[in-house]
């Protein structure tokens, strides 16, 4: 079983960053089985709000932030050793790394570790992944296949998905999963973090 390093609640929240479709809630879910830290991935809070609300609206942004915020703040409070969330952060986006400390502020506040683990494929390897089943089947919105390629493709051309080794909290792990599967990329952030694993998983 790996160490965790120490934290005044003991509490863990993994921040697992990395571009569109490059396999977080997947690795997340991985994460989660070895772990048994519960997985919000992002795309939770996005489709709640999706129907009502579309992107770009500023009531759709205030509610997906609160849920995110709220849930991260809840577990801080709960009995729960952690969770794991999934982020696509554009590094170089005005106003990113303050979205980010807004919402991790209310997990430090109440002692808990905070890590961040950096998810990175190529832009072919992501596109694959783009139209996997279990993403269509856990996002909704990602079911029109060549809107969700063409956007993910924009989103490639407009922002920087890669920290470029330049990452701006810590700890922090970049892992490149282009060719790793799901459970090999989650035992490297494990490992790499220091993450306490299910004493069945060893």
């Known amino acids: 079983m790996s160490a965790e390093a120490g934290s005044g609640s003991g509490k863990t929240l993994v921040f697992l960053v ?3 479709a490059v396999g977080k809630m997947t690795v997340g879910r991985e994460l989660s089985r070895l772990t048994g830290l519960p997985l919000y991935h992002n795309h939770v809070s996005i489709e709640a709000v999706l129907p ?7 009531a759709f942004n205030r509610l997906v932030t ?3 915020r709220e849930m991260i703040r809840e577990v801080a409070l709960s009995e729960l050793p952690g969770l794991i969330f999934t982020f696509v952060w554009a590094f170089a ?3 990113e790394l303050e979205y980010v400390r807004k919402l991790v502020d209310p997990f430090e506040a ?11 494929a190529d832009l072919d390897t992501r596109l694959a992944r783009n139209e996997s089943p279990s993403r269509l089947d856990a996002k909704s919105s990602k079911r029109d296949v060549a809107a969700s390629r063409a956007h993910l493709i924009e989103a490639e051309s407009k922002w920087r998905f ?9 700890p922090h792990l970049r892992v490149d999963n282009s060719s790793l599967t799901p459970t090999e990329a989650a035992r490297r952030i494990i490992d790499g973090l220091a993450l306490r694993t299910l004493a069945s998983e060893g």
Do not use: K, N
């Open 66 to 68: 609160m849920q995110r």
């Open 18 to 20: 990395g571009p569109p």
């Open 52 to 58: 009502v609300f579309g992107f770009g609206d500023p």
């Open 93 to 95: 986006a005005p106003g």
């Open 162 to 170: 890669d920290s470029g080794g330049r990452f701006p909290l810590g």
């Open 110 to 120: 109440e002692g808990g570790r905070v890590v961040y683990a950096e998810l990175w």
